[in-house]
């Protein structure tokens, strides 16, 4: 199994609660700023959260400026947000996520990580996470 990058243990406490992607009052998503935040906190473009949401060009662009996801969207968004800020405790620099995620895995049978949640598939990363949290390989 190719495992992620590991934070120096020092570095395993979680990161302050600024920095983590969040989710407005009543657990109502902002995607606007749920799509800045993984620009800027993880590097990611455009096309990559078309692929990660699965949604449209067009839905995605929309979002980004300011107009109001549908819900499924924003069940979506909050999928990828816990995804990304578990994997960003297992990092020490979060643009090493992305990076990560593009690469061919064979924990994933040769798949990149994207392929795999473009597949919706997001539950195989969920038991690479725990079991590298856990040290369980099982």
Known sequence: MKTLPRRPATSLLP????????????????????????????????????????????????????????EPARRKFTELIRLFDALKELMEDPRQVITWMQEPNPAFDGSTPLQVIERGESDRLWKMIYALESGDPG
């Open 15 to 70: 990161p302050p609660a600024a920095t983590r992607l969040r989710l407005a009052s009543a657990g109502e998503l902002q995607t606007y700023g749920v799509i800045q935040r993984f620009q800027e906190d993880f590097g990611l473009t455009q096309t990559v959260m078309v692929r990660l949401s699965g949604y449209s060009p067009r839905s995605v662009a929309s979002w980004s400026k300011g107009i109001a996801a549908t």
